[in-house]
């Protein structure tokens, strides 16, 4: 019987017999068959091993070695019983989903096997955006949960891929060595993504090399042998001096290939990898300076609790941000931009954090924070951070939205802390060694983020106060030594002598040098260190946090706004970074003679408007009945075949229209809500919020402490980064038709309100156009909440609400 009669007839018995049949089935696949498939299974392990620089040591293998297995069990499964290729790739991705969850995430499972809705969640998250995430996160990588779905759809797809064509299509004429090489493809991609995603440090880079491009070629070799049309008949003999031969060959090409890549690999610094490429997603620049809003803490927000801090030791500060850029009008956090080796970068960890690169550390322990009234993106948190865990929060999980910079010790949470967050926080104390011992110790060789517009009388003051000290810690602590001892103390509250601007802008240095007497507080003292220390060339920052005062057997320390403080750092070579205190503690500043007292308001406390909503009424109970009737006949009998088709066509089909279809409805009532509701000034702010939201689903980071004119600025720049359409002079005069709509006080008619509407659609379909199918499916599973300052802007009554309310009181 001729070869195509015996698959006939295999064939046939395969679609008639079941179980069985499936035992025929694989009788039919051919000796060789399989032989490609292990062929393309080792390659893809070899491609595999080179993840391990990103996420650690082989701590990624049981997911890589479940994606394999899931995929190839899936295209080999669905070939024997001759299902077609779509349902072929549903089935795929039902054995993704289920098995995914356990492989790659069993903390987020139901009794660590079944899926939950995080869990598949991440699974779609892990296979979209974690190669994005990846070359921006520390490595090894750890977070964020789903990162792990990368080598378990990588090594999903590939094996479903290939061994779909090694059975469907590569046993098809004609059978060349070049059809046969197709399958070398995606082995050969997932060589090259490890290289990419991975470090500068190559990974067994020459014996892998070797291995892979001998085991190809050697397969191929025996490819073409196996298809060639004439069978040549050879000596026992010869063949084993041919197989002896070969094999000795192969043998030295890895032999010598492996040594040679390790003794002729190029350096480190030459290899191309994309997280040295790629700039971090997170920009600081993009949040207001945190010591601008120094004053907000000792004037109006004095008396809040902050937070509540479990630990604390006597002396120990509560750390806010470092700050080490300054352009003439605020110090802020570099941002990638401007950032250097001395200012270091944020990354998403997971619960570890390395040690910084410049650290001399000492004792450690655990700090337990209750967030109350603190409300901000900055995490309070200790010198030096090891550990973070978060316990508690509400919104958005922050394990998935800080950025941490282990050079500073700096945290940020980018969906925000506010009330009701809870973590814990390892820290380690630095050792600080006395003046002594530092008086031959040098500054570190630390590039710095530049400072700019810095005025003249800083550095001539920098000079003066230095004196003819040597060594940098006796100049540097002069200088803290003249500062403490010319200036005086002031927040400028009514009560203290003397009025004190605000500010750390190049004026208000200026007048801290110029005018007498010197007053000023923390936030001026600091930023004059800081500038007086660069100008002399030594690498500095400004951190600014709490000093709360910790009595002996307090347990828990409750933070209030006028624990606030702000120090400077140095960084000495081999001792890390040593803190100086230029603040003076004396308040008795004298008055001027020719200024007359000034009486500076407390600032007003807006009310909240008042709510003329009544309480929901109670829901009257729905009586229902627990019998259940029996039918006394049987009914219609669906079966058995249909359950299986229903679940692996409307499982997948159900687990992306169900969610679809109940966001599209939240979509939908969000925008009618804002549409038709309210004066037509509140739809019109209406209008840009509906904006805002669907370019946050968009995928942009849409700032959410920041005005419309500046969110439109940043939407503008994301949309041209991303290559997204817009109009032709972007948001901003969008924005401000809306500002003007909301606080002119002019009162707006529907066909202002519409025609905003109607700007901010053409807007963001012009945008949703130029994205692109996928993002727009993406983005249709996205439905973006408001931020709690958001929230709280939208409702407090504009200037118009005030006029009203006023009117109505006369």
């Known amino acids: 019987m001729s070869a195509t009669a015996t698959t006939t007839a295999t064939t046939t018995a395969t679609g008639r017999g079941g179980i069985g049949g499936i035992g025929g089935a694989l009788a039919a696949v051919s000796r060789n068959t399989w032989i490609d498939l292990a062929v393309v299974s080792v390659l893809s392990l070899v491609a595999i091993v080179g993840f391990e620089p990103a996420f650690g040591p082989y701590n990624y293998l049981l997911a890589a070695f479940g994606g394999l297995i899931v995929g190839t069990v899936a295209a080999l499964g669905c070939y024997l019983l001759r299902i077609s290729v779509l349902p072929t790739v549903l089935v795929a991705l039902l054995l993704y989903f289920v098995f995914g969850s356990p492989l790659t995430m069993p903390a987020h499972t139901i009794a660590g096997v079944l899926p939950s809705g995080m869990s598949l969640a991440g699974l779609v998250q892990g296979a979209v955006f974690g190669w994005s995430d990846i070359v921006t996160l520390q490595t090894p990588v750890q977070a964020p949960a789903y990162i792990a779905v990368?080598?378990?759809?990588?090594?999903?797809?590939?094996?479903?891929?290939?061994?779909?064509?090694?059975?469907?299509?590569?046993?098809?004429?004609?059978?060349?060595?070049?059809?046969?090489?197709?399958?070398?493809?995606?082995?050969?991609?997932?060589?090259?993504?490890?290289?990419?995603?991975?470090?500068?440090?190559?990974?067994?880079?020459?014996?892998?090399?070797?291995?892979?491009?001998?085991?190809?070629?050697?397969?191929?070799?025996?490819?073409?042998?196996?298809?060639?049309?004439?069978?040549?008949?050879?000596?026992?003999?010869?063949?084993?001096?041919?197989?002896?031969?070969?094999?000795?060959?192969?043998?030295?090409?890895?032999?010598?290939?492996?040594?040679?890549?390790?003794?002729?690999?190029?350096?480190?610094?030459?290899?191309?990898?994309?997280?040295?490429?790629?700039?971090?997603?997170?920009?600081?620049?993009?949040?207001?300076?945190?010591?601008?809003?120094?004053?907000?803490?000792?004037?109006?927000?004095?008396?809040?609790?902050?937070?509540?801090?479990?630990?604390?030791?006597?002396?120990?500060?509560?750390?806010?941000?470092?700050?080490?850029?300054?352009?003439?009008?605020?110090?802020?956090?570099?941002?990638?931009?401007?950032?250097?080796?001395?200012?270091?970068?944020?990354?998403?960890?997971?619960?570890?954090?390395?040690?910084?690169?410049?650290?001399?550390?000492?004792?450690?322990?655990?700090?337990?924070?209750?967030?109350?009234?603190?409300?901000?993106?900055?995490?309070?948190?200790s010198e030096y951070p090891s550990t973070l865990d978060f316990t508690a929060f509400t919104g958005v999980d922050p394990t998935t939205t800080v950025r941490i910079n282990t050079t500073t010790g700096t945290a940020a949470v980018t969906s925000g802390v506010s009330k009701g967050m809870k973590y814990t926080v390892g820290v380690t104390e630095p050792v600080i060694p006395n003046d002594k011992k530092l008086a031959d110790v040098p500054v570190a060789r630390l590039q710095m983020p530049p400072v700019s517009n810095v005025p003249d009388v800083v550095s001539a003051k920098a000079e003066e106060y230095a004196g003819s000290a040597k060594s940098a810690i006796q100049q540097l602590r002069n200088i803290e030594r003249s500062l403490k001892t010319v200036g005086y103390l002031s927040h400028g509250l009514a009560s203290d002598p003397v009025p004190s601007r605000a500010g750390e802008g190049a004026d208000r240095m200026a007048e801290l040098f110029s005018k007498e007497p010197m007053v000023g507080d923390q936030e001026q003292y600091a930023s004059a260190f800081a500038l007086m220390a660069r100008h002399l060339g030594y690498p500095v920052r400004v951190v600014m946090g709490f000093a709360p005062k910790v009595k002996k057997g307090d347990t828990v320390v409750t933070v209030k706004g006028s624990d606030v403080t702000a120090w400077d750092e140095v960084a000495f070579e081999g001792v890390g970074w040593v803190p100086f205190y230029p603040t003076p503690t004396k308040t008795d500043a004298p008055k001027e003679q020719t200024t007359k007292p000034k009486l500076e308001p407390q600032p007003q406390v807006r009310q909240p408007p008042r709510s003329n909503q009544k309480q929901d009424e109670l829901l009257t109970p729905v009586k229902i009945s627990d019998k259940n009737p029996k039918d006394k006949k049987k009914g219609f009998e669906v079966p058995v075949w249909a359950y299986w088709v229903a679940g692996v066509v409307g499982i997948p089909l159900a687990a992306y229209f169900i969610p679809f279809l109940i966001i599209a409805g939240l979509k939908r009532a969000r925008r009618r809500r804002r549409l038709r509701t309210g004066a037509p000034h509140l739809r019109a702010a209406g209008a840009w919020d509906e904006l805002a939201d669907e370019y946050g689903e968009l995928g942009m980071e849409i700032p959410g402490r920041s005005t419309r004119i500046q969110t439109a600025l940043s939407i503008d720049a994301q949309a041209a980064e991303q290559g997204l359409a817009l109009p032709e002079n972007g948001l901003q005069p969008l924005a401000a038709h809306v500002d003007a709509a909301v606080f002119s006080g002019v009162e707006v008619d529907e066909q202002t309100a519409n025609e905003l509407w109607q700007q901010a659609d053409a807007a963001t379909a012009a945008s949703r156009t130029s994205a692109g199918w996928l993002r727009r499916r993406i983005a249709s599973f996205r439905f973006r909440r408001r931020s709690r300052h958001e929230r709280k802007r939208a409702q407090r009554p504009g200037r118009r609400a005030r006029a009203e309310a006023a009117a109505s009181a006369l």
Not at 197 to 221: K, P
Not at 249 to 264: E, F, K, R, T
Request: glycine share 10%.
């Open 150 to 381: 990368v080598p378990y759809f990588a090594t999903w797809l590939v094996s479903l891929l290939c061994v779909s064509l090694a059975l469907r299509w590569l046993p098809r004429k004609p059978r060349t060595p070049l059809r046969a090489s197709v399958l070398l493809i995606a082995p050969a991609a997932l060589y090259l993504a490890g290289i990419l995603l991975g470090t500068s440090e190559a990974y067994l880079a020459g014996v892998r090399g070797v291995a892979f491009a001998s085991i190809a070629l050697v397969w191929l070799g025996w490819r073409r042998k196996q298809q060639g049309a004439v069978a040549i008949t050879v000596d026992g003999a010869v063949r084993r001096r041919k197989l002896i031969g070969v094999a000795v060959v192969v043998l030295g090409a890895v032999v010598v290939g492996g040594a040679g890549g390790i003794i002729l690999a190029p350096p480190a610094s030459s290899r191309f990898v994309l997280r040295q490429e790629v700039t971090p997603p997170f920009d600081p620049l993009n949040y207001p300076s945190p010591l601008s809003g120094f004053r907000n803490f000792t004037k109006a927000g004095a008396k809040t609790d902050l937070f509540q801090v479990t630990g604390l030791s006597e002396g120990q500060k509560i750390q806010m941000a470092a700050l080490d850029s300054y352009d003439g009008q605020v110090w802020s956090v570099a941002g990638p931009e401007t950032q250097t080796k001395g200012s270091g970068g944020f990354e998403l960890l997971g619960r570890d954090i390395p040690r910084p690169p410049l650290s001399k550390v000492g004792a450690a322990s655990d700090l337990s924070f209750t967030i109350r009234g603190y409300d901000d993106v900055w995490l309070p948190t």
